[in-house]
């Protein structure tokens, strides 16, 4: 099993930058790819951003490319979501998620682990 926790998240203003960050913890020697989604009040789960186990490849929603960016430091296990330009419509909770495999994961449901959740709110 893997355990997450998220850190990072708060309030900005719109066009401010923030970096979360998602240590991992467990099980984490096999090929663990990860993810990051998001939860607005009222709105399902979307989808924001992924990673590959090795790091090699990265997929990201539409609604936040060229703007964040994902990457990992797997010798620390933790993996980085640097948000830049927020905007309003980017306020939500933050989850990060893992699975185990090798590729990028879109997909709600193809996640085994999440974390706790942090608190991104972008003020305009």
């Known amino acids: 099993q893997v355990q997450l926790v998220e850190s990072g998240g708060g309030l900005v203003q719109a066009g401010a930058s923030l970096r979360l960050s998602c240590a991992a913890s467990?099980?984490?020697?096999?090929?663990?790819?990860t993810g990051w989604f998001r939860q607005a009040p009222g709105k399902e789960r979307e989808f924001v951003a992924s990673i590959s186990w090795r790091g090699i490849s990265t997929y990201y929603a539409d609604s936040v490319k060229g703007r964040f960016t994902i990457s990992k430091d797997n010798a620390k296990n933790t993996v980085y979501l640097q948000m830049n330009s927020l905007k309003p419509e980017d306020t939500a909770v933050y989850y990060c998620?893992?699975?185990?495999?090798?590729?990028?994961?879109?997909?709600?449901?193809?996640?085994?682990?999440w974390g706790q959740g942090t608190q991104v709110t972008v003020s305009s």
């Open positions: 467990g099980r984490t020697s096999s090929s663990v790819a």
């Open positions: 998620t893992a699975r185990y495999g090798s590729g990028n994961y879109p997909a709600v449901n193809d996640y085994a682990y």
